[in-house]
């Protein structure tokens, strides 16, 4: 039966809205895209906050800083559509712990005073409700921001996650016994079955740990996804892998087998800190490392199922190197494939974090008082994807190209008839790509995209053959960096001045050897869109029986 949701989780109205898009509830697949219940399956792209909920209180973080509803709005204003909302498995199985213990009591118990009177302050109706409650309330009020929500069984003991000898990790382990998951993940999916805003369950946060095996794995996540499925038809099912959730590879040899196709998504995490982004040659480790993802992971939207990038977060200070460096790279492919995403994480402090109390988290898009932005820069260049480039009702315009730089974000851009800059993807240049390695724009196809010398700019000419235009192509192993032939014979690179913005040529950096040398500026990603620039183009079109044709010298250098 088909649900909507307009204000509220009750079925009030019969749309929904976010980013001034419509669909319906509820969602389900489409091949590898999320999409709505709309006569036209319209993409609906995830891009989501993950708001922990799982520590020690049991309670969602930050409500001793701010109102519940002011995080929903600020959650909202950041450019987000999703959260991704975290839960220890003992919320929905021990009901003296969740339906009978307090807010109050629980941050009594762990002596947090100050955050108690916090929720005085600014919570005061949360702070006598029984966990369970307080839990549902987080998601009525993310129901009310227009906010929807991915519920994530994150630990099964309250506590921060995660190591490998936490008794949290895999079937069998101390705190993970698999019958009582599947009870919780049934509890939990009863409980939200008529809450439209509850689009998903993520069944088990970070499998992992000596007892980890392929064989178990299947066993008990088909027994986890069909329980879910039995009591809740209409929800997404999200399953992740092993290793930390970075492995699922495994599903070459062996599909994951179910009764239902069209709910079913894979999640999968990807950190800086989990190897070294340093110590080599740039391009090397982003190629490598994207390999691996697409080795790992990547396949199965070959396969037809859509990839979850759960959990990708960095240090939001801006000061760690092996993070930046990460980040550029996770972009490049964000984009390249259009996932659907969860940045770690909303929390700029916890109420105790492995016993530290009010520990300030540096990976919080928030800061420590939940009231600021931590970086406005990296949530600035984050937010080129959030809204989708392509799948299902997206075909606004023909398969074309735009040209993504993923250090900032931005994407090449008209700055007047002929010159090109960075700026928002939502005015990117359309360009068409010819098997001769010719860029030209889509919707003028007489302007094609020509390298004159090393340091001078690149700019739009008249296309009268391809003989007038440069032959582009991809060098280095992050295959990244587009090099034409110039004039004189160099060998240049696609670059980015510094001072006006302007798209330049220089000296290819960073192709081979020297870990200390940085290519990012030349990182440049040729994506597949299908959407159209959300307001239009300021330049007039260039054709031959124009007047701006014909008032433009033939050499503009």
């Not at 209409?234 to 599903?251: H, P």
């Not at 894979?266 to 982004?277: D, L, P, T």
């Not at 889509?442 to 010398?453: F, H, P, V």
């Not at 240049?492 to 302007?502: H, I, Q």
Request: proline residues 4%; glycine residues 6%; positive net charge.
């Amino acid at each position: 039966m088909e649900r909507f949701f307009f204000i509220s989780v009750f079925l009030l109205f019969p749309l929904f809205f976010i980013m001034n898009i419509t669909f319906a509830f509820p969602l389900s697949t489409d091949s590898r895209w999320i999409v709505d219940d709309g006569n036209k399956g319209r993409r609906v792209k995830l891009t989501c906050v993950n708001w922990p909920s799982h520590l020690e209180t049991a309670v969602a973080e930050g409500l001793s800083k701010q109102p519940l509803d002011s995080i929903g709005a600020k959650i909202v204003s950041m450019g987000f559509n999703c959260v991704r909302l975290t839960w220890p498995l003992y919320l929905a199985t021990d009901e003296s712990f969740s339906g009978i213990m307090t807010v109050r009591q629980s941050l009594r118990k762990l002596g947090l005073l100050e955050a108690l009177s916090g929720f005085q302050a600014n919570n005061p109706y949360i702070l006598d409700l029984p966990l369970i409650k307080a839990f549902q309330e987080v998601v009525s009020s993310l129901g009310k921001n227009r906010l929807l929500v991915i519920l994530d069984n994150h630990i099964s003991q309250p506590g921060w996650c995660c190591n490998d000898n936490d008794g949290n990790g895999f079937f069998g382990d101390r705190y993970l016994n698999p019958q009582l998951w599947i009870r919780g993940l049934k509890n939990m999916a009863t409980m939200f079955a008529n809450v439209s805003n509850v689009v998903g369950m993520s069944l088990r946060n970070e499998l992992r740990g000596p007892k980890q095996n392929i064989k178990d794995w299947h066993k008990y996540m088909t027994e986890g996804a069909e329980a879910v499925h039995s009591v809740n038809p209409n929800i997404l099912v999200i399953v992740s892998g092993l290793n930390y959730e970075t492995d699922l590879s495994f599903l070459r040899d062996k599909p994951f087998e179910v009764t239902f196709r069209r709910k079913l998504v894979f999640e999968i995490h990807w950190y800086g800190f989990w190897s070294s982004w340093e110590g080599d040659n740039l391009n090397k480790i982003c190629g490598r490392e994207t390999e691996n993802i697409m080795k790992m992971s990547g396949f199965l939207l070959e396969k037809g199922f859509p990839l979850f990038v759960s959990e990708f977060g960095i240090d939001q200070r801006g000061n760690n190197v092996n993070d930046n460096r990460f980040l550029s790279c996770f972009m490049a492919l964000a984009a390249d494939l259009d996932l659907d995403w969860a940045l770690w994480t909303l929390a700029g402090s916890y109420y105790i974090r492995e016993k530290t109390i009010g520990y300030d988290e540096t990976y919080g898009v928030l800061d420590w008082s939940w009231s600021s932005i931590r970086n406005s820069t990296i949530l600035q260049m984050i937010s080129a994807i959030q809204s989708p480039f392509r799948g299902p009702g997206l075909m606004e315009t023909h398969p074309k190209k735009i040209i993504f730089h993923p250090s900032t974000g931005l994407c090449i851009v008209r700055k007047s008839l002929f010159q090109l800059k960075l700026g928002s993807c939502d005015r990117s240049e359309s360009f068409r790509l010819s098997s001769q390695r010719v860029l030209s724009l889509a919707e003028e196809k007489i302007l094609c995209l020509k390298a004159y010398e090393k340091g001078k700019s690149v700019k739009l000419r008249l296309y009268f053959s391809e003989s007038y235009c440069s032959r582009w192509k991809l060098l280095s192993e992050s295959k990244m960096q587009l090099s034409p032939i110039t004039k004189n014979g160099e060998s240049v690179c696609l670059d980015v001045d510094s001072d006006s913005n302007n798209i330049v040529t220089k000296s290819c950096k960073c192709l081979e050897g020297d870990a200390s040398c940085d290519p990012k500026s030349q990182w440049f990603k040729v994506v597949t869109s299908t959407r159209s620039r959300f307001r239009a183009n300021p330049f007039p079109r260039v054709s031959p029986h124009s007047k701006t044709f014909l008032q433009e010298p033939l050499s503009v250098f």
